[in-house]
């Protein structure tokens, strides 16, 4: 499957993001006439090469001519792009400005989606920073033309190569303090660290004194990384290096795999419960319960537990979404009062439902493929019904196929 990585060992930022996957889409144009479907003005983008400690990027600079459509001065993540504090202006949009400007657009209904979804996360971290609601706060994080140009570019591009995955290295971020809008600030910013508080995202400070995630790239890397780990195995066919506007001592860079990674069914959950004191018509009625509510398999293992006792292990499998709902049905139709589970890989031939003539009348089968070879295993239901209506044995069935 169509595989994206980012490297973000050095960070991580808006228009880092903008810059690596331009490498990877290879059509600049492209992001600028989408870009125009928003329909706002006040801006330019100059996209240019960049060397960060002997390595080339692309560098993506968003130029506030200093007033957007509405004649107001609007500058984003100070801490970003440098803007001082003269420039900024007291009125800002808020959650629903930015919205809106998406929803106006003749935007792809995808790109809107996604593009939404990051600037949600940047909003309801900025609306507990500051104790407001989302009604209430405006924010010059969110309603700058920087920051629509990065998350829009992002989820423009994002939609144009189509991964079927996307995954992340443990995010690094710096120390220290940074100037910004609201003062001097700590490093991880209060933005930022309340974005990965609400996300599954994995995040370290390293030896680095400032700061390498902006809350725009937190929230881009938290909505968009399905899992947070070393480079997996891939064939890898480009390689995005987006560039930032830091001289450090470490590239400041954002590296962006792009290839193709074997499948795999990291969504397979094996569940196991112990039980001995719970009868057979009870484990009986739950396995039936489980099956109809998804899961995969159902089976029961003879065991002896403490004291010599004899029992049953329960084992379910079922997909990474059902194991909540199974577990539900689990302690509510059992004794158990623990369950323990695990993510399991597997490997699934390619499979189809037939039927076969036979002399008998019609015979439902599997057709399974391995290799080229097909294997043809006949269903126990149809065999059964066969049996049954020409009064004959179920292993003369089994000869037919």
Same mark, same amino acid.
């Given at each position: ?51 960060? &400690? ?7 600079? =968003? ?6 459509? @509405? ?8 801490? *970003?792009?440098?803007?001082?504090? !003269? ?38 971290? +900025? ?7 989302? *009604? *209430? ?13 990065? $998350? =829009? ?33 700590? =490093? ?9 508080? +609400? ?6 400070? $390293? ?13 881009? $890397? ?12 891939? =064939? ?15 590239? &400041? ?31 009986? @009625? ?41 577990? &539900? ?41 391995? &290799?080229? +070879?097909?294997?043809? @295993?006949? +269903? ?7 049996? !049954? ?13």
């Amino acid at each position: 499957m169509n595989t994206l990585y980012f490297d973000c060992s050095s960070g991580i930022s808006g228009n880092m993001v903008l810059g690596a996957l331009l490498e990877i889409v290879e059509d600049k144009n492209y992001l600028l006439e989408e870009l125009k479907k928003l329909n706002i003005n006040g801006y330019k983008i100059e996209i240019s090469k960049k060397v960060k &400690n002997g390595i080339t990027g692309t560098y993506v600079d =968003v130029i506030i001519d200093g007033k957007d459509e @509405y004649g107001r001065i609007h500058h984003l993540e100070e801490s *970003e792009h440098h803007h001082s504090q !003269e420039q900024h202006h007291h009125e800002h949009r808020n959650l629903r400005d930015v919205n809106e400007i998406i929803d106006n657009s003749s935007l792809k209904e995808d790109v809107k989606d996604l593009a939404k979804r990051i600037f949600l996360r940047v909003a309801k971290a +900025e609306s507990k920073v500051h104790n407001k609601t989302l *009604e *209430e706060v405006h924010f010059h994080e969110v309603g700058a033309i920087d920051s629509i140009v990065d $998350i =829009v570019g992002t989820a423009i591009l994002i939609k144009k190569i189509n991964p079927d995955k996307i995954i992340s290295s443990i995010v690094n971020d710096g120390y220290g303090f940074i100037e910004c809008a609201h003062g001097t600030m700590s =490093v991880p910013v209060p933005a930022t660290s309340e974005i990965f508080a +609400e996300s599954d995202v994995k995040f370290r400070q $390293i030896d680095i004194d400032t700061e390498l995630v902006t809350p725009t790239g937190a929230a881009i $890397i938290s909505e968009l990384a399905e899992e947070f780990t070393n480079l997996p195995a891939m =064939v890898t066919e480009k390689i995005g290096w987006g560039a930032g506007y830091k001289e450090l001592k470490i590239p &400041n860079i954002l590296k962006v795999y792009y290839g193709k990674m074997e499948k795999q069914n990291e969504d397979f959950v094996v569940m196991e419960t112990n039980v001995d004191d719970c009868n057979g018509e009870i484990l009986g @009625y739950t396995q039936e319960l489980l099956f109809k509510n998804g899961a995969l398999d159902v089976f029961y293992t003879p065991i002896f537990m403490k004291k010599n006792r004899p029992a049953y292990r329960l084992t379910v499998a079922c997909k990474k979404e059902d194991i909540y709902k199974l577990q &539900n049905i689990i302690f509510k139709e059992t004794t158990t009062i623990g369950i323990r589970y695990r993510f399991e890989y597997r490997t699934e031939l390619g499979r189809e439902m037939t039927e076969l003539d036979t002399k008998y009348g019609k015979l439902k089968v599997k057709k399974v493929i391995n &290799n080229g +070879e097909t294997y043809v @295993y006949p +269903e126990y239901e149809s065999m059964k019904e066969l049996a !049954e209506k020409n009064n004959i044995p179920l292993k003369e069935l089994y000869k037919l196929t």
